[in-house]
T-cell receptor
Framework: AQKITQTQPGMFVQEKEAVTLDCTYD???????LFWYKQPSSGEMIFLIY??????QNATEGRYSLNFQKARKSANLVISASQLGDSAMYFC???????????????FGKGTLLTVNP | DTGVSQDPRHKITKRGQNVTFRCDPISEHNRLYWYRQTLGQGPEFLTYFQNEAQLEKSRLLSDRFSAERPKGSFSTLEIQRTEQGDSAMYLC????????????FGPGTRLTVL
């Protein structure tokens, strides 16, 4: 079974509007971390936002927020006030287990290509 | 501000040749990772170092692949006897131990095997 599922291969949004990118995950570990990365056409993976499984509040970083619904195992990324520079691939990733332990590697989804239209 | 750097950025080689890639992590980061990304997919974990110790190798990493981090700083990834299926983007990332363990990625090395 896929550990990270991103069901939207592509999304379009008008500049200045908000957009939600979907991510569901599968783990039996009670301790895990969820990450979102942006990958522009240049190829570099840019860290956007992190949510820990025990965090009580949804993570926010500027225009990025993570809609964390633990019971549904979903961790959707919300980008507010989209900008043309937001056009890129977006990847959801998970680290299973505690960070200080032996678990460290990230498992990525297949990504969503976001296009922001002027 | 020096992030993760990788060299070369692009490599074209003929099948059967050996190639070596270098990664320089963020200086204070003690963890270093290699991932491989093929077209239309997310990155896949290859291997991980904590300081100079290689603590895990994915089964994706065949015997033709070897990685080192001799002094706990930069790392090299070597592929021997390259095959066309090795064509991919090879990404390096580094992190500090901590709650998030957020990984910072380099720009990647794009390998094309002809």
């Amino acid at each position: 079974a896929q550990k990270i599922t991103q069901t939207q291969p592509g999304m379009f949004v008008q500049e200045k509007e908000a957009v939600t990118l979907d991510c569901t995950y599968d783990t039996s570990d009670p301790s895990y971390g969820l990450f979102w990365y942006k990958q522009p056409s240049s190829g570099e993976m840019i860290f956007l936002i992190y949510q820990g499984s025990y965090d009580q509040q949804n993570a926010t970083e500027g225009r990025y927020s993570l809609n964390f619904q633990k019971a549904r195992k979903s961790a959707n990324l919300v980008i507010s006030a989209s900008q043309l520079g937001d056009s890129a691939m977006y990847f959801c990733a998970m680290r299973e287990g505690r960070s200080g332990g032996s678990n460290y590697k990230l498992t990525f989804g297949k990504g969503t290509l976001l296009t922001v239209n002027p | 501000d020096t992030g993760v750097s990788q060299d070369p950025r692009h490599k074209i080689t003929k099948r059967g040749q050996n190639v070596t890639f270098r990664c320089d992590p963020i200086s204070e980061h003690n963890r270093l990772y290699w991932y491989r990304q093929t077209l239309g997919q997310g990155p896949e974990f290859l291997t991980y170092f904590q300081n100079e110790a290689q603590l895990e190798k994915s089964r994706l990493l065949s015997d033709r692949f070897s990685a080192e981090r001799p002094k706990g700083s930069f790392s090299t990834l070597e592929i021997q006897r390259t095959e066309q299926g090795d064509s991919a983007m090879y990404l390096c990332a580094s992190s500090l131990m901590g709650q998030k363990n957020e990984q910072f990625f380099g720009p990647g090395t794009r390998l094309t095997v002809l």
